[in-house]
């Protein structure tokens, strides 16, 4: 499903990844933790593809980035963003809801983008808004909805293009702890009725000991 390998991110002379290698089964839900700076979220949006790794010049390792058998780094930006669109999901800890669309037309966008008919991408995200039980709020404003209620607006609308992958990245940790408990349990009802992989950045040790797999991150590697 995901297969990186020599991984490397600089910003100018600070070396962030240094080296990661990586492999995740589909269906996994796997956590990766560690203490800030240890360059956990510059991982996970490399293995998003909203970033782009490094060859490094020390090393005479190849650079492999591989998501559900693509060659990721061979691909154009526009190659690159229509398999992004289609194929993966992102959940951060703030929402990013657009706050002028509600939230049946907040998780719409992403099969607009896709040229998805209206009338399709409809009938699906009000069935995700009613599976993940606010077909009482398709109408309404993400001001309008609590933030366990905005979070869950904002898993609809990474699943509407059916991805097969989740990023998330601090999925709850702008939610009290009720609703950060129900965000955790949603991802393995998830995974285990609809499939998808989970790659999950987070401080949260109960939601990090739940995954499948805890990876935790020490100055730019994964250790052992």
Known sequence: MIQAKNLHKYYDQLHVLKGVDLHI????????VGASGAGKTTLLQILGTL?????????ENLLELKINGQDILSMNDKILSKFRNLNLGFIFQFHQLL???TALENVC???FIANKSRQETEIEAKKLLTYLGLSHRLN????ELSGGEQQRVAVARALINKPAIIFADEPSGNLDTASAENLHQLFFKLRDEMGQTFVIVTHNEELANMADRKLVMVDGLISN
Do not use: L, R, T, Y
């Open 25 to 32: 089964q589909k269906g996994e839900i796997v956590s990766i």
């Open 51 to 59: 970033d782009k790794p490094n060859q490094s010049i020390n090393s």
């Open 99 to 101: 706050p002028e669309f």
């Open 109 to 111: 966008i992403p099969a």
């Open 140 to 143: 309404h404003k993400p001001n």
